[in-house]
Nanobody, 123 residues
Framework: QVQLVESGGGLVQAGGSLRLSCVAS????????MGWFRQAPGKEREFVAG????????SYADSVKGRFTISRENAKNTVYLQMNSLKPEDTGVYYC????????????????WGQGTQVTVSS
């Protein structure tokens, strides 16, 4: 129902920065809750950052607070993840996520995921 395409991943040295983009198509996502998850080798997928539709409230995993910033530009149907001061432990596949609720906790009619983009941070 909604297609997400991530871009901006790559190889970067520790301390560097990357900006991930997630472009949605098929529907407008301005009223959807959006977020980013990541999965490191041998580990479960974990929450990284989220952003609501109502009041644009953001949330972050403790491991990325102060370094990562999630934002959205509704006119472009796009969500971003600015990643600064990257560490080797940030390495993994980053996935964009969305659900058609204005705030977390509401029952979503559907949710959707992007295909993922690889982020590798070297020491």
């Amino acid at each position: 129902q909604v297609q997400l395409v991530e871009s901006g991943g790559g190889l970067v040295q520790a301390g560097g920065s990357l900006r991930l983009s997630c472009v949605a198509s098929g529907r407008t996502i301005s009223s959807h809750t959006m977020g980013w998850f990541r999965q490191a080798p041998g580990k479960e997928r974990e929450f990284v950052a989220g952003i609501t539709s109502s009041y644009t409230i953001t949330s972050y995993a403790d491991s990325v607070k102060g370094r990562f910033t999630i934002s959205r530009e509704n006119a472009k149907n796009t969500v971003y993840l600015q990643m600064n001061s990257l560490k080797p432990e940030d390495t993994g596949v980053y996935y964009c996520y969305g659900e058609n609720v204005v705030v977390p906790g509401m029952i979503a009619e559907y949710d959707y995921w992007g295909q993922g983009t690889q982020v590798t941070v070297s020491s």
